[in-house]
């Protein structure tokens, strides 16, 4: 099993930052990857991005290319997610996630809120 926790997140100005931090527990990360998707009110869960843990090698969906950055502290078992450039339609719950898979959903956070403001 795996756990994550998540902090971060919080209301913010278009146009500013904020990092999100998911720490795992639990088992071995070396074959996993790990990443955020998100998902607005009344909207699916999408893909965000995501880490492979053990080369480093990054995914991320076309709305937040070049806006976010997805980083991993190995010794800390920790990801993070700096967000830049924030628009309202960054707007909603944040869930880290983690995985065999390099959109990976085998073990979710709790979830944390970001709230763009135009």
């Known amino acids: 099993q795996v756990q994550l926790v998540e902090s971060g997140g919080g209301l913010v100005q278009a146009g500013g930052s904020l990092r999100l931090s998911c720490t795992a527990s639990?088992?071995?990360?070396?074959?996993?990857?790990m990443g955020w998707f998100r998902q607005a009110p009344g909207k699916e869960r999408e893909f965000v991005c995501a880490?492979?843990?053990?080369?480093?090698?990054?995914y991320y969906a076309d709305s937040v290319k070049g806006r976010f950055t997805i980083s991993r502290d190995i010794a800390k078992n920790t990801a993070y997610l700096q967000m830049n450039s924030l628009k309202p339609d960054d707007t909603a719950v944040y869930y880290c996630a983690a995985g065999t898979s390099s959109r990976p959903s085998d073990y979710w956070g709790q979830g944390t809120q970001v709230t763009v403001s135009s």
């Open positions: 639990g088992r071995t990360f070396r074959n996993y990857a």
């Open positions: 880490i492979v843990w053990s080369v480093g090698t990054r």
